[in-house]
Structures are given as structure tokens and as C-alpha cells.
């Protein structure tokens, strides 16, 4: 499945992880269903998907926490950008 696919699916996927369902629903502007599916996750892919949300929430000391905790560096660049990168790599 591309990118666009993910972003265009009128349903979330079937058997998707819980990170790549927080990003669907983040596509959707479901901000509160989407942290609640990365929160469900116990996986270094969901913390990343929870970091990138408190990003975008604007609660950047939580972020630095899950994106510690996903071993990733704090993102620098737009929101949309970090969004596909993390969709790319998840897909």
C-alpha cells in the first residue's frame, strides 16, 4: 500500500498496527483517536506515532519523552513531513 493509498482509505486497513492506526485517524483530523490508538501500543513504532502527536498538540516537553522513548530524535522539520516519513517507514 502506497502513502497515498493509506492516506485516501475510506476505512482503516485491515490487521494495521496501532501506530499506523493512529496515523490514519491523525490523516482523518481525529487527534483525540488517534493518540488513543498509540497509546494502546506497546512497540517503539506507536511511542514515535505518540511523540509526533504531542508534537503536533503543541506539548513538546511530552514529545521529547516519547520520542526518547522510541529511540528517535526529536523531529525538526513540518509536521507533514514527519507525518509521511513515519507513514513511509511504518507502510
Given at each position: 500500500m502506497t502513502v497515498d493509498e493509506f492516506?485516501?482509505?475510506a476505512e482503516p486497513p485491515a490487521g494495521m498496527s496501532h501506530a499506523l492506526l493512529a496515523l490514519w485517524w491523525d490523516a482523518r483530523g481525529d487527534w483525540q483517536r488517534a493518540h488513543e490508538a498509540a497509546q494502546a501500543g506497546q512497540d517503539a513504532d506507536s511511542a514515535w506515532v505518540h511523540a509526533f502527536l504531542h508534537r503536533?498538540?503543541?506539548?513538546?516537553?511530552?514529545a521529547g519523552y516519547w520520542y526518547r522513548r522510541a529511540g528517535r530524535p526529536a523531529a525538526q522539520g513540518s509536521l507533514d513531513e514527519e507525518w509521511s516519513l513515519i507513514t513511509?517507514?511504518?507502510l
Open positions: 492516506r485516501g482509505a503536533k498538540e503543541g506539548d513538546l516537553a511530552n513511509t517507514e511504518l
